[in-house]
């Protein structure tokens, strides 16, 4: 019952997050929301032109808003989407400036926390019960490393396990980054699918990587580790491990149902080299925890030879060899998997955080990701000299290629050292990136 006018008077004190949320009200309130008067103001408070010829003072500046041409002529809510635009291109041409920076080890931007953090981006996780309800979790923190971040959903209320279907892996940006920074979580958002996930008989169907007193994790392709309570089939936490490659737009510009399709590589050409892309790839490997980092190294100018290194599909690019002893790395702490919930935390033991980034010969990421592996203690018995202990391995497969890794248990000094690592891209792969024909 009150009139539009007092309720326009109303709207114009409200920021932008504020007067979007009343918009959603009702109609009415919509087509007030709407009004360009008020989305005028904002707009000009927010970007200035650059060019005064004289000054308004601010007590006029309604007054001669309301009243001059930028208003006539122009359809309802057209402030409204200039002003949202203009503060998406800003932020967007912010974000820009700090992913053109590459760090030259990993091939990657380097500042990719600030460009995060720059964009307001956050992640979600969406749970969906076979009656097709949704059950939308918040991140509760973050792990940043050098390749990738570490997101951990932990709460005290999860829905029933039996009853889920699906689990959606989201990024979400807010539609007003600079109005909408912090933990506000109910100002309008944009939502972008990164991946999806099935839980109908989970414990049936998939094999738990690791386990401890309290919870067992179960993996998730790609990079989803879903802890349970043990003997109850009840879910403790969450955690999602993403590598930074092409992360802003996988988590950006999809839709809330649909993927970001990332643009094809286009192969260059090389009719002088004989051996074109079998060689001087570049590897970065993180292997951590989720919050604690046991290994992070730089291998350069890995190559394989054209015949005995291609066998099976596969080429075989030697990292760390058993018998150069110069090469064989520590693993620093305690290798296992974070995990924490509002009340407990813990570590699964002998399970850990694998970041592999390859660069190609112009430094170009050519195969990254980021997932869970474990440890699996081997019928072998280490016969070298410098390390009499046992030997664990952990092995990691994916349509683009196989990772393997030795490692030798040394009693004495209570600590891991990686004896053998060993890469094997898919000639699929290669002959796809590079246009040759292995």
């Known amino acids: 019952s009150m009139p539009s006018e ?13 007067l979007l949320c009343a918009g959603c009200v009702s109609k009415r309130f919509y087509d007030l929301a709407n009004d360009n008067g008020i989305w005028l103001k904002l707009y000009s408070s927010c970007f200035p032109p650059k060019r005064m010829i004289w000054k308004i003072n601010p007590a006029e500046t309604e007054t001669v808003s309301l009243g001059c041409a930028a208003l006539q002529d122009r359809r309802p809510g057209y402030w409204k989407k200039e002003y949202i635009f203009r503060q998406i291109a800003a932020v967007k041409t912010r974000v820009m400036q700090l992913v053109k920076p590459v760090d030259p080890q990993t091939g990657l931007p380097y500042k990719n926390r600030e460009a995060i953090r720059a964009s307001g981006l956050s992640w979600i996780i969406v749970l969906k019960d076979k009656n097709g309800k949704e059950h939308v979790m918040e991140q509760a923190n973050l792990s940043f490393k050098d390749t990738s971040v570490t997101i951990f959903w932990y709460s005290a209320h999860w829905p029933c396990l039996n009853i889920l279907s699906t689990l959606e892996l989201c990024g979400v940006t807010p539609l007003l980054p600079d109005q909408n920074r912090g933990a506000n979580t109910n100002g309008p958002r944009r939502r ?18 690791g386990a401890d007193k309290l919870v067992q994790i179960f993996c998730l392709n790609p990079g989803l580790l879903l802890g349970l309570w043990k ?7 969450v955690t999602a ?11 950006t510009l999809g839709s809330a149902t649909l993927q970001y399709v990332l643009s094809p590589h286009e192969p260059v050409l090389d009719d002088v080299d004989p051996e074109y892309g079998l060689h001087d790839y570049h590897l970065h490997l993180d292997m951590h925890s989720g919050t604690h980092t046991c290994m992070c190294g730089t291998f350069k100018s890995l190559f394989c030879r054209k015949g005995s290194d291609i066998q099976n599909g596969y080429l075989r690019l030697t990292v760390v060899s058993v018998k ?11 290798v296992g998997l974070s995990w924490r919930t509002d009340a407990l935390n813990g570590n699964v033991k002998d399970c850990y955080l694998m970041d592999v980034t390859v660069l190609d010969e112009t430094r170009k990421p050519f195969w990254c990701f980021s997932a869970p592996v474990s440890m699996e203690l081997s019928s072998k018995t ?15 497969a994916d349509s683009e290629g196989k990772v393997s890794v030795d490692l030798v248990w040394l009693e004495e000094t209570k600590e891991y050292y990686v004896v053998n690592l060993v890469l094997y891209i898919s000639t699929k792969k290669v002959n796809s990136w590079y246009g040759t024909n292995y």
């Open 6 to 18: 007092m309720l326009l008077k109303i709207f114009s004190y409200l920021d932008a997050v504020s």
């Open 324 to 334: 150069d002893n110069a090469k064989h790395l520590p693993i620093i702490g305690t």
């Open 382 to 396: 280490s016969g070298l000299y410098d390390y009499m202990g046992h030997i664990y391995t952990t092995e990691y």
């Open 241 to 251: 491990s993403l590598h930074y490659h092409q992360l802003l737009e996988r988590s």
């Open 231 to 237: 003997g109850k089939n009840e879910i403790a936490f």
């Open 192 to 209: 972008s699918l990164i991946a999806k996930y099935g839980l109908s008989n989970l414990t049936n169907t998939s094999v738990a990587i």
